[in-house]
C-alpha cells in the first residue's frame, strides 16, 4: 500500500485486498496519512480483487473521518463485482465511484 | 486447498483455526479450488467473498470456550450447482428471510446481506455444538470444468466417503421428517389431533433423532400454565413428571423457552437448575426444549433429550426436531380453530333451540276470559331469555296469569322457562291459591335449579271473575300495578324470595278486591330500560303511564301500545340488555 500526497488530495495505491485480515492495517495507515489540509481521499482499487464487509468498513470509516472536514472519498476503477456490491450495499451514496 | 474429484461432482475441505489472517487465507484458497473446478473470474471472485464473510463471521462470534476447535469447510461443485457448508462454534443465530442493510453511515452488519446477495440460498442449521451455514448456488451452463489431475485413490474415496456422508445425514434426516409429516398428514386428514396421533408422533421423533426422551405440554386454557400431554413412554418416567408448571417459573427450561419463544439448551457445561421438572426424568444429559408457536401464539412446548453419556446434538437432528415442533404446532392450532369452529356451530344450534322454545312458550294470543281483557308484549334482547307469561283459565270460570323471568339466558334459561310453564299447567287445581301453587313449584324446580346454580321469579295472579277479587303470590317478583281509580296506582308485591334459592319456602299471598280499572303485571326489562345516557326508565314512570292511561280509560291494546311506544321513545334506538315482558289488565264486567 502506498500514499501519495497531492494537495489537498490523498491517494491511496497498491491495494490487493480489503479484508478482515487487512482491513485494520489500511484504516490505520489511511488515517495516519490523513493532513489537514487534505479535503478528498481517491483510493485505487484497480488492483484489489476482494473488499469484503470488513473491508467496506474501514473506507467508511474514512468516508466519516473526511466528510467532517467537508471533503469527500473518491474509489477508483474497483472491479466489476465490487461496484457491484457498492451499489447493491447503497454505498455509492457515500462514495463517488470512478468505474473502469 | 485440495481438490477432489467424485463421480458426483468435486469436493474440497479445509479445516482453519480460529483467526482472521486463516479465514482470509481459506476465502483465496477457496477461490484456487473455483478456478480450477472451471469457474469464471467474477464467479470465483463472488465465492471468495460469500466465504470471507462466512468465515469472518465464525470467527468473530466464535464462542470463547471453542475458540480451540477448528472452523470447517466444504465445498462441492457439481456441473449445475455448487455448495459451500461452513461449520462453526458460534452461539448461532435466526437467519432472517431477507438481511436487512445498517444505516449507510454503518461500519459493519452488511455479512449476511452480502452473502444473500451472492448466493441462491442461504440456510442456516442450529445444534447445540456446533452450527452449519449452508450456502447454494446454480452454476452457469456454459462452463466446462478443466480436466484435474489426477488424485490419489485413497484421497478420491476418504473425500467421496466423506461427501456421501453429508449429503445421506442431510438427506435422510429430511426425507424421514418430510415423509413422517406427510404420512402423519394423510392419517390426520383434516381430523383433529389425537392421544394416539401424539404418541406416535412421539415415538416418530424419538427414533428419528435418536433421542432418549422427550416431553411436551401444552398451554392449558391460558399461556401461562403448561401442562403435560404427553412424555416418551421408557421405563415408566412419564409417571413422575410434574403434571403442569408455569410458564413464568425461573427455574424450568421449558418455562424459560415459552417465556422467551426461543430454544433453550442444557447439558453438563449448562446444566438443569435443581428444581427443573426435567430432573425428575432422571438424568437429562443434554437436550433443549422448543416453544410451539404459531404466528406468535404460544401453544406449547417440546423438550428432547439424552441421557448421561450420550453425544450432543448435530445440527441436522436439531433440524428434524425443529421442523417437527413446527409441524405439531400447526395441526395443534388447526385442532383449536376446528374446535372453536364446531363450539361456535354449537352456539348458534343452542340459540336456534332456545328461540323455538321461547317462541313456543309464549301464547300466540291470550284466551278470552269473561270478566278480563288481556293485551300481552314481549320483545327479546339480543340473546334468548327466559322471559315467559300465560293465562290459563280454570274449569270454574276464572283465570290464572303468570308472569315470569328465570335469570339468565340462552338455552339454560329457555328450557327452565320451559319446565316451569309445564309445572304450571299440570297442577290447574292449585291455581285459586297462588301462594301454595308457588310453594309447589319451588319444591319442584328447586334441585335442577340449585344444580344449575340459577333462579327464577314469578307472580301469579288468580282473577275471581265472580267475587271480583284477585289473589296475588309473588317469588322475587316486581309487584303487580293495580289502577284502582283514576289517580291512584298500587303496588302489589306479595313477596316471597325468588324460587331455586331455598329448598323449602312459603309465599305469602294478598288478596284483594278489584271492581275495575287496569293492571299491569311485567318483567325487570320494562322498568330497567336505558336510554343512551344510561338512566332506567324507572318504575314511577310506568306507574305514571299507567295512571295516565286509567284517566283516560283507556283500553288494553291502547295501554300497551302506550307502554310500547314509551320504551322505544326512552330508549331512542338503544338496544335493550334484557328481555321486556308485559301483561296489560282491565276488568271488562263485574258480577
Known amino acids: 500500500m502506498r500514499t501519495y500526497d497531492r494537495g489537498d488530495t490523498l491517494l491511496i495505491t497498491d491495494i490487493s485486498t480489503l479484508t478482515s485480515e487487512t482491513s485494520r492495517p489500511f484504516k490505520e495507515y489511511a488515517h495516519g496519512a490523513l493532513r489537514a489540509e487534505h479535503k478528498f481521499v481517491e483510493v485505487d482499487l484497480s488492483r484489489a480483487r476482494t473488499v469484503d464487509s470488513e473491508g467496506m468498513g474501514a473506507l467508511i470509516s474514512i468516508h466519516k473521518a473526511i466528510c467532517a472536514r467537508g471533503g469527500r472519498v473518491r474509489l477508483l476503477q474497483p472491479a466489476p463485482l465490487i461496484a457491484g456490491m457498492f451499489t447493491i450495499l447503497q454505498l455509492d451514496q457515500l462514495f463517488e465511484i470512478i468505474p473502469r | ?89 458460534t452461539p448461532g443465530f435466526t437467519m432472517p428471510e431477507k438481511a436487512e442493510l445498517p444505516p449507510p453511515d454503518s461500519e459493519s452488519g452488511r455479512g449476511l446481506f452480502l452473502i444473500q446477495n451472492l448466493t441462491d440460498e442461504a440456510h442456516y442449521l442450529r445444534g447445540r455444538g456446533e452450527n452449519c451455514l449452508v450456502l447454494r448456488k446454480q452454476r452457469s451452463p456454459t ?66 433423532t435418536e433421542s432418549d426422551w422427550l416431553v411436551l405440554r401444552l398451554c392449558d386454557r391460558s399461556p401461562q400454565q403448561l401442562r ?64 410451539l408457536c404459531v404466528n406468535d401464539t404460544l401453544l406449547g412446548v417440546l423438550s428432547i433429550g439424552r441421557r448421561d453419556g450420550g453425544r450432543a446434538f448435530n445440527a441436522g437432528e436439531v433440524s428434524v426436531v425443529q421442523t417437527f415442533g413446527d409441524f405439531f404446532g400447526l395441526q395443534i392450532r388447526s385442532t383449536q380453530m376446528q374446535e372453536e369452529q364446531f363450539r361456535s356451530r354449537l352456539n348458534l344450534r343452542d340459540l336456534e333451540i332456545a328461540a323455538n322454545l321461547q317462541r313456543t312458550l309464549l301464547p300466540e294470543q291470550l284466551p278470552s276470559v269473561p270478566c278480563l281483557t ?54 290447574p287445581e292449585l291455581a285459586s291459591r297462588p301462594g301454595e301453587f308457588l310453594a309447589w313449584l319451588n319444591e319442584h324446580l328447586f334441585p335442577e335449579l340449585d344444580r344449575a346454580e340459577m333462579f327464577l321469579t314469578a307472580q301469579l295472579a288468580y282473577f275471581d271473575c265472580q267475587r271480583g277479587e284477585i289473589r296475588v303470590a309473588g317469588a322475587g317478583h316486581l309487584p303487580m300495578l293495580v289502577a284502582r281509580s283514576t289517580s291512584e296506582v298500587q303496588e302489589i308485591a306479595a313477596g316471597g324470595p325468588p324460587l331455586g334459592i331455598f329448598a323449602a319456602a312459603s309465599f305469602p299471598e294478598e288478596r284483594f278486591l278489584w271492581t275495575g280499572g287496569r293492571a299491569l303485571m311485567f318483567t325487570d326489562g320494562l322498568i330497567e330500560a336505558r336510554n343512551p345516557g344510561g338512566e332506567l326508565l324507572g318504575l314511577d314512570t310506568v306507574r305514571a303511564a299507567l295512571a295516565e292511561a286509567a284517566r283516560g280509560d283507556e283500553s288494553c291494546d291502547t295501554i300497551r301500545h302506550r307502554l310500547a311506544r314509551l320504551l322505544q321513545e326512552f330508549e331512542q334506538g338503544t338496544p335493550p340488555a334484557d328481555d321486556t315482558a308485559f301483561v296489560v289488565i282491565t276488568r271488562t264486567s263485574a258480577n
Open chain 2, 1 to 89: 486447498m485440495a481438490s477432489i474429484p467424485t463421480h458426483f461432482g468435486q469436493t474440497c475441505t479445509q479445516e482453519l483455526p480460529c483467526d482472521v489472517v486463516a479465514a482470509s487465507e481459506l476465502s483465496r484458497g477457496a477461490r484456487e479450488f473455483f478456478a480450477q473446478a472451471g469457474f469464471t473470474a467474477t464467479e470465483s471472485d463472488a465465492w471468495e467473498l460469500a466465504l470471507a464473510e462466512a468465515a469472518n463471521n465464525a470467527v468473530k462470534h466464535c464462542r470463547p470456550d471453542a475458540r480451540h476447535l477448528a472452523i470447517r469447510v466444504d465445498l462441492l461443485v457439481t456441473p449445475e450447482w455448487t455448495e459451500a457448508r461452513v461449520t462453526d462454534h
Open chain 2, 143 to 208: 462452463q466446462e470444468p478443466p480436466a484435474l489431475p489426477p488424485p490419489s485413490a485413497t484421497d478420491e474415496l476418504r473425500e467421496a466417503q466423506r461427501t456421501l456422508d453429508l449429503m445421506t445425514e442431510e438427506l435422510a434426516s429430511s426425507y424421514e421428517s418430510l415423509s413422517a409429516i406427510f404420512r402423519f398428514c394423510a392419517e390426520l386428514q383434516g381430523s383433529v389431533v389425537s392421544d394416539e396421533f401424539i404418541h406416535r408422533w412421539l415415538d416418530q421423533l424419538l427414533t428419528l
Open chain 2, 228 to 291: 403435560l400431554v404427553a412424555t416418551s413412554a421408557q421405563a415408566g418416567r412419564c409417571e413422575v413428571v410434574c403434571r403442569e408448571i408455569a410458564a413464568t417459573a425461573a427455574d424450568s427450561i421449558e418455562a424459560q423457552a415459552a417465556s422467551q419463544r426461543r430454544d433453550v439448551w442444557f447439558d453438563a457445561s449448562s446444566p438443569l437448575a435443581p428444581k427443573d421438572p426435567l430432573r425428575q426424568l432422571g438424568e437429562p444429559g443434554c437436550g433443549f426444549a422448543r416453544p
Open chain 2, 374 to 427: 288481556l293485551a300481552g308484549f314481549y320483545r327479546s334482547a339480543r340473546e334468548i331469555g327466559g322471559d315467559y307469561y300465560e293465562a290459563l283459565p280454570t274449569a270454574d270460570g276464572n283465570v290464572l296469569l303468570v308472569m315470569a323471568d328465570v335469570m339468565g339466558k340462552g338455552l339454560p334459561a329457555a328450557l327452565f322457562a320451559f319446565m316451569f310453564r309445564s309445572l304450571v299447567r299440570a297442577r
